[in-house]
């Protein structure tokens, strides 16, 4: 009989038996499972809906001779500040796992680019995390963000219908990342706020606004 087998034996290594092994304090949120395979012919809803019924729109009001000259969405970028980041690294961190997850990729960490002694800031220090979507992410993302995440807004009475910078791009921002399903309340601690930047190829204001319209954005009226 093996020596960790006699009576009053302790096994060796590992755990006491009986007790489980204690988690890491603080650990960050552990990212979502990788999606299963697409079929071949896989294409997200909102690209779709975009082939079939907004270009048609968006060509027949203005009256676009090309079908090239038809706006679309080009990417949309997601933005996390983290202004605690100066105090804690660990809340960046937790914000870009976060992030990961409601974007389905890796983020990329922003740093500083200059010290500011007032905000105790220093050049190169790690302040948030973005993420640019482009393609079938970028669609999928805009689904879950008008059909899921705005509606769950407190109090929202719709998107600013004036937020666009004049060459057809749209930012909005958001309160708190919570209204998104992949994020689970039970291990939020902080709520983080986030810009969601939409960049198209419109040529103005009123091209984009009237192509995220196609989207079903709810602009205020």
Known sequence: MAENDKKGGKPQGGAPAGKAPKAKKDAAPVAAAPAKPRPADYKPRMK????????????????????????????IVLN??????????????????????????????????????????????????????????????????????????KDFRGLNPKSFDGRGNYACGLKEHLVFPEINYDEVETMIGMDVIVVTTAKTDDEARELLRGFNFPFRS
């Not at 500011?116 to 220090?125: L, N, Q, S, Y």
């Not at 970028?138 to 899921?148: G, P, S």
Request: charged content about 35%; glycine content about 6%.
């Open 48 to 75: 779709v809906h975009y082939e079939k019924v907004v270009r048609d729109a968006m060509r027949a009001k203005f009256e676009y001779r090309n079908v090239m000259e038809i706006p679309r969405l080009e990417k």
């Open 80 to 153: 996390m500040g983290v202004g605690e980041a100066t105090a804690d690294r660990k809340k960046v961190e937790v914000a870009a796992a976060h992030l990961g997850r409601i974007a389905g990729q890796k983020p990329l960490m922003t740093k500083a680019k200059k010290s500011i002694a007032t905000f105790k800031v220093r050049d190169g220090m790690t302040l948030g995390a973005k993420v640019t979507l482009r393609g079938d992410r970028m669609y999928e993302f805009l689904d879950r963000f008008v059909t899921i995440a705005l509606p769950r807004v």
